[in-house]
């Protein structure tokens, strides 16, 4: 990962501190909630490789801050593409919550490489982005739309 786009990704969330509160999963996930997303001078450094590494040093950071931190709580990291926003976006809950914070279907089984690969194709690097129906699903698609995600348990 040399992209300097990721490498500056890196270097501001990698030390931030862990909010931790096991009985208000929302407030966790707001606060650990970190958006990414690059400027139009950034695409060309962008790769789904980049991306993948940027996320798997995410996790490997967040697992350090914890286990820095002792009687941290085991913690689930997970990450998705914010289609709307145009986003990568991470977080944390503790793991006692036994779920993810959103409002709609999830899908976990996804990997790292997986939603890095959607961010990048079918976004940062789709220039026919808006002009696609694939940014725009039907009514009946919206409602049936499962969020793929994917999660890795910390430490």
Not at 105 to 123: E, G, L, N, P, Q
Request: include cysteine; hydrophobic fraction near 40%; charge should be negative.
């Amino acid at each position: 990962m040399n992209a300097a786009v990721f490498l500056r990704w890196l270097d501001m969330a990698k030390d931030d501190a862990i909010t931790i509160d096991a009985n208000d999963i929302n407030a966790e996930a707001i606060a650990n909630m970190w958006c990414f997303s690059p400027r139009d001078d950034e695409l060309s450094a962008v790769s789904e490789e980049g991306l993948t590494e940027l996320i798997e040093q995410l996790v490997d950071a967040r697992r350090q801050w914890l286990l820095r931190h002792s009687g941290s709580p085991a913690m689930t990291f997970y990450c998705w593409h914010d289609a709307q926003a145009r986003q990568l976006r991470f977080s944390l809950v503790s793991s006692s919550h036994g779920r993810l914070p959103f409002g709609c279907a999830v899908d976990t089984r996804h990997s790292h490489r997986s939603i890095a690969a959607r961010t990048v194709a079918t976004d940062w690097l789709n220039e026919a982005y808006f002009s696609s129906d694939a940014g725009n699903p039907s009514e009946d698609a919206a409602r049936e739309w499962v969020c793929p995600v994917s999660q890795t348990l910390l430490p």
